[in-house]
């Protein structure tokens, strides 16, 4: 157990549709990432919150958006779904903001858009 | 950009050793990454090397780098069924973003 925890575990939903996915981080890492894995292009970095704030901006397309609030959960929020957004999307946390590698990875939110 | 470039299968038998071979662009990182997930789950960091260092052994893993060919290599001694699983090399680029490779299935058959 990683310590991060990702709600839902599974979602299906129709194109169009907006989702939310959850993320608590591990207690005390003040850094939240957002990762899609899907078949095709792998594991690609989406988004980086560091204590409330953006910090690093990757893949992320215009009709996604995320945030962490002040009790560092974070929400990523997909919207417009199209049938290329099914992915598993991960969260991890670390205690810094950037440099060191270790991240704590939740167990993912699969999304299926059909 | 940063690119990181990993094949995609590995297959082996059990009790053989295995070979992760992993490239990279260009990276400013002070480590290196490997990285695992077993089926159904996050990933998990496996073990990391200063890019100050060529080797790092930790029990049956033993990491390469060579820093001149941009080539990272994780090698798993007596390969056992618990090891299948998805490998992943990750490099830190300037912006501090931890970048991965596509990842590497390795399965190992008893």
């Known amino acids: 157990d990683s310590g991060v925890t990702q709600t839902p575990k599974h979602l299906i939903t129709a194109t169009g549709q907006r989702v939310t996915l959850r993320c608590s981080p591990r207690s005390g890492d003040l850094s939240v990432y957002w990762y899609q894995q899907s078949l095709d292009q792998g594991l690609q970095f989406l988004i980086q919150?560091?204590?409330?704030?953006?910090?690093a901006k990757g893949n992320i397309l215009e009709r996604f958006s995320a945030q962490q609030f002040p009790d560092l959960h974070s929400e990523l929020n997909l919207s417009s779904l199209e049938l290329g957004d099914s992915a598993l999307y991960f969260c991890a946390s670390s205690v810094e903001g950037q440099g060191f590698g270790e991240l704590f990875f939740g167990e993912g939110s699969r999304l299926t858009v059909l | 950009g940063e690119d990181v470039e990993q094949s995609l299968f590995l297959s082996v038998r059990e009790g053989d050793s295995s070979v992760i071979n992993c490239t990279y662009t260009d990276s400013s990182s002070t480590y290196l990454y490997w990285y695992k997930q077993e089926p159904g789950a996050g990933l998990q960091l496996l073990t990391y090397i200063f890019s100050n260092m060529d080797m790092k052994q930790d029990q049956r893993l033993t990491v390469l780098l060579n820093k001149k060919d941009k080539h990272l290599s994780l090698r798993i001694a007596d390969t056992q069924t618990g090891d299948s699983a998805i490998y992943f090399c990750?490099?830190?680029?300037?912006?501090?973003?931890?970048?991965f490779g596509q990842g590497t299935e390795l399965s190992v058959k008893p």
């Open positions: 990750a490099v830190v680029n300037q912006g501090g973003k931890l970048i």
């Open positions: 919150y560091y204590n409330g704030e953006e910090r």
